[in-house]
């Protein structure tokens, strides 16, 4: 019997070992699988204008000038939306490890971020300015997919960390992690 005993400490201790590992493996795989879909979608859900080319310089007209601020739009709502949601997943999956499943979920989202980005720019025109160059005047080119500025870059994160803040909050865990010792009461 006490065989039993020691042989299911050995077990439960490799399972705990295993358990963090397969969060952060689940965790980042789904991040980074999101990422490249919503890519697809914000590429998939933009439209880009045309601007016209004059003297080897490409000038937007006044509906590329409203698209540029739209692929900004959609990234940041998708982007957000998408980290509301992976966010949400994961507070209540990882409610047992909460420091460990916030860690995951940030980094997770960054890569995921980036994802989005670099398969949404891929995946739509290339840039007009530098095909201006080679262009006669008057070639009309479509307009580019692309972020304007650093803090829209932030969505994925901040709804992530949105959604792991509210499920935290609202469903606050019985256990406390692993390797934590209890509050200290005066």
């Known amino acids: 019997m006490s065989e039993r005993v020691i042989e299911g400490a050995r077990l439960r201790g490799g399972s705990w070992r295993r358990g963090p590992a397969l969060l952060a493996a689940v965790v980042l795989a789904a991040y980074a699988l999101v990422g490249l879909g919503a890519g697809w979608a914000w590429h998939e859900l933009w439209q880009p204008s045309d601007g016209v080319v004059f003297q080897k310089q490409w000038y937007a007209d006044g509906e590329a000038l409203r698209q540029d601020f739209s692929g900004t739009g ?7 939306g ?8 994961f ?3 990882g409610s047992q490890r909460p420091v460990l499943t916030l860690v995951l979920c940030v980094a997770g989202s960054l890569l995921a971020a980036w994802l989005m980005l670099t398969l949404g720019e891929r995946l739509g025109p290339a840039d007009p300015h530098d095909l201006a160059e080679t262009a006669e005047d008057g070639t009309r ?19 992530s ?7 935290f909050t609202l469903f606050p865990g019985k256990g ?7 509050e200290p009461r005066g």
Request: proline share 8%; hydrophobic share 65%; with cysteine.
């Open 91 to 93: 507070a209540l999956v």
């Open 141 to 159: 080119l479509p307009s580019a997919l692309r972020v304007a500025g650093v803090p829209p870059l932030l969505a994925f994160s901040l709804g």
């Open 74 to 80: 959609l990234y940041v709502l998708v982007a957000a």
């Open 176 to 182: 406390r992690e692993a390797g934590s010792s209890p």
């Open 82 to 89: 998408c980290g509301l949601a992976l966010g949400g997943v």
């Open 161 to 167: 960390l949105a959604a792991l803040a509210l499920v």
